[in-house]
């Protein structure tokens, strides 16, 4: 395609070198769409004939079946996606195809499959994502009732309700998709038509040619336009933090899952056995989500420091920038998948759950509030009351209902037997019924917006 100024050809190892057909092969379809919509519009502004541009459209179809039915050719000799389809349609209908770089340039034509191929991968995060928000706010429903120990630094802090901990996550993952959601929309214009790097002297229609392939405009800027990566980082950035979350819940699910906890039965088809215990039962696919978390942050990190200190404009560096983004994108994907089918399908056992909350004096902050409340004694010196309250118990070991009336009595004289109401579990989740708290209903409040803003149900 270039020899024209070339002595010699390549050396084996600068065809190796240079080769990104073995993963940019994954653009063809992006590249196929993008040109169709180049020669379609070179057509109607007369720089090709539209007898030509037929041709190279059909052509450019036949390509695509033959792609679909037997895959994409990997030769190294012809680079790339751009490169293998031009030679291939070139075999097809002859010297005509060669009329299809016309105003065009492999950096325009590689920033346009890229922007394409990445704007696919935010939507189906988001779709995955709102699946798996689904899931969280059903078994978030079930379970608004259902009591567990709410923990800071993984001690027993105060009681929460299952439902209001699934909530947690439904509130990450609606972040995530606004991450990718507006990532879509500051990337989604088109740089074809930029050429190399200068823009071209032939007459195009770049409003046309973006509007063919779903951008809301051209890009203003034609150096900017081929070596912007800014779109792939952003979606690596949302596919990142979103990773974080779902390694977050993953982590849940392993601790919950372990024999200490018991919390949960994880569904047989999300586990795996041990080829040597008979009893295990493990956790692989949430330790996996744990794991992917580390490699598409990986990935993030790669693309950021190819980025980094290129000078204007297109440089070979940037065709390293397809590895992790399609990396990021099957990891981000499976783990998706895995951690939806995972919430939806979990048996949670709340028998258990419940009985860790009664343990571990979850209710001592109740205690403490009661005593403000109806003691009017200030909060710090109903803190040290309670304080004591927990230590007698302790060395007792009971609960802190269980305490007779005398005991509590005779650390502080305030209490009475009122008290007892506001130290079971269920009060105390009860209770908590400030906007965004554990409380019961205001968690079915909160699944009730959700399902509404899911479309799982009309608004009230
Ligand atoms: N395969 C290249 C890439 O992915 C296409 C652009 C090549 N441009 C060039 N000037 N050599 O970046």
Redesign the pocket.
């Known amino acids: 395609m270039w020899g024209g100024r070339f002595a010699s050809g390549p050396s084996a190892i600068m065809r190796e070198i240079n080769a ?1 057909i073995p993963f ?1 092969k994954a653009l063809w379809r992006q590249d196929i769409a993008a040109s169709k919509a180049h020669v379609d519009m070179l057509a109607v502004q007369g720089i090709v004939s539209h007898e030509d541009a037929a041709q190279i459209a059909e052509g450019l179809d036949s390509v695509a079946s033959e792609y679909e039915l037997n895959g994409v050719p990997e030769n190294w000799d012809l ?4 490169m293998t389809t031009e030679s291939r349609l070139a075999e097809l209908i002859g010297p005509v195809a060669g009329r299809l770089h016309t105003a065009r ?3 325009d ?2 920033a346009t499959d ?1 922007r394409l191929w990445v704007r696919d991968a935010m939507d189906q995060a988001e779709l995955g994502l709102k699946q798996l928000q689904i899931a969280l706010v059903t078994r978030a429903g079930e379970h608004a009732d259902s009591i567990m120990p709410g923990f800071t630094h993984l001690q027993t802090a105060q009681p929460v309700t299952l439902g209001h901990h699934l909530m947690a996550y439904y509130e990450m993952a609606g972040r995530d998709r606004s991450r990718f959601a507006d990532a879509r929309v500051r990337m989604n214009r088109s740089p074809l038509g930029a050429a ?1 790097l200068a823009g071209t002297g032939f007459p195009i229609d770049r409003e046309r040619t973006a509007k063919a392939l779903g951008f809301d405009g051209p890009t203003d800027n034609s150096l900017d336009s081929v070596s912007d990566r800014d779109f792939a980082l952003d979606y690596l950035m949302a596919a990142a933090q979103c990773s974080l979350h779902l390694s977050r819940l993953a982590e849940e699910f392993i601790i919950w899952a372990s024999q200490p906890f018991g919390f949960v039965t994880l569904p047989d088809s999300l586990s795996t056995g041990s080829s040597i215990m008979p009893q295990k039962k493990n956790p692989d696919a949430a330790e996996l989500v744990r794991g992917h978390s580390g490699r598409i942050v990986g990935c993030l990190t790669a693309l950021m420091i190819t980025m980094k200190g290129l000078p204007l404009a ?1 440089s ?1 560096d ?2 390293d ?2 590895p992790p983004v399609f990396e990021a994108a099957s990891l981000l994907a499976l783990s998706i998948a895995a951690m939806t089918g995972m919430v939806a399908e979990a048996k949670f056992r709340t028998e258990r759950m419940r009985a860790a909350a009664e343990l571990g004096y979850a209710t001592a902050t109740d205690l403490a509030d009661w005593l403000v409340r109806q003691a009017n004694i200030p909060f710090r010196e109903a803190h040290h009351i309670t304080g004591s309250a927990v230590k007698l118990a302790e060395s007792r070991g009971v609960a802190l209902d269980q305490l007779p009336l005398e005991d509590l009595q005779a650390i502080d004289a305030r209490i009475d037997d009122r008290v007892y109401a506001a130290l079971s579990v269920d009060a105390s989740v009860a209770s908590r019924a400030s906007h965004g708290g554990t409380a019961p209903n205001e968690v079915r409040k909160r699944v009730a917006e959700a399902r509404v803003a899911l479309g799982l149900e009309e608004s009230a």
């Open positions: 990104s940019d680079e790339d996606i751009h340039s492999r950096n034509q590689v890229f190399a297109y070979k940037m065709q920038d397809k």
